[in-house]
């Protein structure tokens, strides 16, 4: 078992905000065991550091850090020319942090941890929520 993480996902599953779906938390109980294998794209990192700096996140930058360690098989996934060379698959209706999304998850035959209703609409991936 496979998934990217939508950045909403992370944050509401690390911060245990009760907005988190019900399949998504469990499935992301099941990473933080070592049953499969996080991707947590560069882009995820990225919009939370600047929800971190815009007080939008009541933990600091660092403690965000520690609770995703907490994953033993996650893996930091960046934007490279192979997203940049696949992403023109993906619907280009969807905004380019889900295009992105897609794209690693469709490159590692990964489903997506995510809330959102365009990625869900596009089809390209198995979501859970």
Known sequence: MVFVTDTHSLIWYLTGDER???????????????KGKLIISIVVLLETLVLVEKGKIKASWEEFNEKVAQFPTAVFYPIGFDIIQNIKEVNQSLDLHDRILVTTAKIHKAGIITKDKEIKRAKKVKTVW
């Not at 988190?20 to 070592?34: M, T």
Request: aromatic content about 6%; overall charge positive.
């Open 20 to 34: 988190i779906g019900k399949n998504a938390k469990r499935v992301f109980a099941d990473l933080e065991v070592g």
